[in-house]
């Protein structure tokens, strides 16, 4: 996918999106909770958010004292919400002493397949159960889910991309969809060569692509056989793997998946997590936050089916509340973590200056196949 595609689905979410009034220099209104999104954190970033906060006055709320005022069940003051997706290693390491020297309150929310103890290349990545559980023995986090795979599925049978060195350095492991091998599913990075299709994210896709295992295995081998990672300082190589993936194409070609069996792919990432959570850590969550972005009204209503109560978004989700009556069940956006030092208080900061990042930024901050 070209680097001007990928700027153009960027300011196509940016027009999707209803950022609160605040920073763009307003006051909050009177009910206004600010709610936003962390991933990897820094030690120096996360202390000057903090900092700004305890500087301004601002509680740092749980998650159940969210909703309560959400619902209008409590008023508590000027606040916000912290919420922190993946689980990495470093709310570990760097977060959770900070939220415990400065008394803060954040909620966590965790993709239960990278949570187990797995023979995984990821292991180094991600928490372990065990961390999570002194987690919520601190007092100072609400863990919740994230889902069970954290996953993008192949939509469309277009190739956007063989998997090759630059790209498994640059992406994130979420942003590999997950390849359908030999009637399993395989998650994380692939090896060099795969092929890599048009994705969307699991809880909001319409149907799957399921591609041929024959395809993927033919390209892989072609590249171990011809210099693995070598391979690809040849300037022809795409042309040479898009080759190899026609020939085989035409003899052994995809297909998409049953509906019925799309629908129970879509359910088990509700109720695996909650399995897991319930095995490890005694309850199973009642609070989602997707993946990506708010999914699909199915996939919704089938969270409610499984037991939860909420969801969170991101941005361009901030509209859905405005529907959230309509929807099987509240549905609540979330803002980066940027934005929170533009919130009202002593050295607020300016969104010129930040428009300036976000558009110098455009071509780093793209996904790989959606």
Same mark, same amino acid.
């Given at each position: ?193 795969? /092929?890599?299709?048009?994705? $969307?994210?699991? @809880?909001? #896709?319409? *149907? !799957? ?134 919130? /009202?208080?002593?050295?607020? $900061?300016?969104? @010129?200056? #930040?428009? *300036? !990042? ?13």
């Amino acid at each position: 996918m070209s680097g001007f595609g990928r700027l153009m689905r960027t300011l196509a979410r940016i027009s999707r999106t209803r950022y609160p009034g605040f920073v763009f220099g307003l006051p909050l209104s009177r009910r206004e909770i600010p709610v936003f999104i962390y991933h990897d954190i820094e030690t120096d970033a996360f202390a000057r958010d903090l900092e700004f906060l305890r500087r301004n006055s601002y509680r740092t709320l749980g998650l159940d004292e969210y909703l309560a005022a959400r619902e209008g069940r409590v008023r508590p003051g000027r606040s916000v919400l912290l919420t922190f997706d993946d689980a990495r290693k470093s709310f570990g390491s760097v977060a959770l002493p900070l939220l415990r020297q400065f008394d803060a309150r954040a909620v966590l929310f965790a993709p239960t397949y990278w949570m187990q103890p797995p023979q995984r290349a990821a292991d180094d990545l991600f928490m372990s159960w065990e961390q999570l559980r002194a987690c919520v023995e601190s007092g100072h986090v609400d863990v919740q889910s994230h889902a069970h795979r954290h996953a993008l599925v192949a939509t469309a049978p277009q190739v956007v991309d063989f998997a090759n060195p630059s790209a498994l350095a640059r992406f994130d492991i979420y942003d590999w969809p997950i390849r359908f091998i030999d009637a399993q599913d395989e998650l994380g990075k692939p090896a060099l060569g795969t /092929p890599v299709y048009r994705a $969307a994210p699991l @809880l909001s #896709a319409q *149907r !799957r692509y399921l591609e041929s295992g024959d395809i993927t295995r033919a390209c892989r081998d072609f590249v171990d056989g011809h210099g693995g990672p070598e391979f690809f300082a040849q300037p022809d190589w795409r042309m040479q793997l898009d080759r190899i993936f026609d020939e085989h194409s035409r003899r052994t070609p995809g297909r998409f998946m049953d509906a019925d069996a799309f629908e129970r792919l879509v359910a088990s990432e509700f109720e695996l997590c909650r399995e897991e959570f319930k095995r490890h850590l005694g309850y199973a969550p009642h609070c989602i936050a997707y993946p990506w972005h708010l999914g699909s009204t199915p996939s919704l209503q089938q969270a409610r089916r499984t037991g939860f109560q909420v969801a969170f978004g991101v941005a361009m989700d901030y509209r859905a509340e405005r529907h959230r009556s309509r929807l099987p069940i509240p549905a609540y956006g979330r803002l980066k973590s940027d934005w929170l030092q533009f919130l /009202p208080g002593e050295q607020r $900061a300016s969104i @010129l200056g #930040a428009l *300036r !990042r976000k558009v110098a930024g455009f071509g780093t901050v793209q996904h790989l196949a959606h």
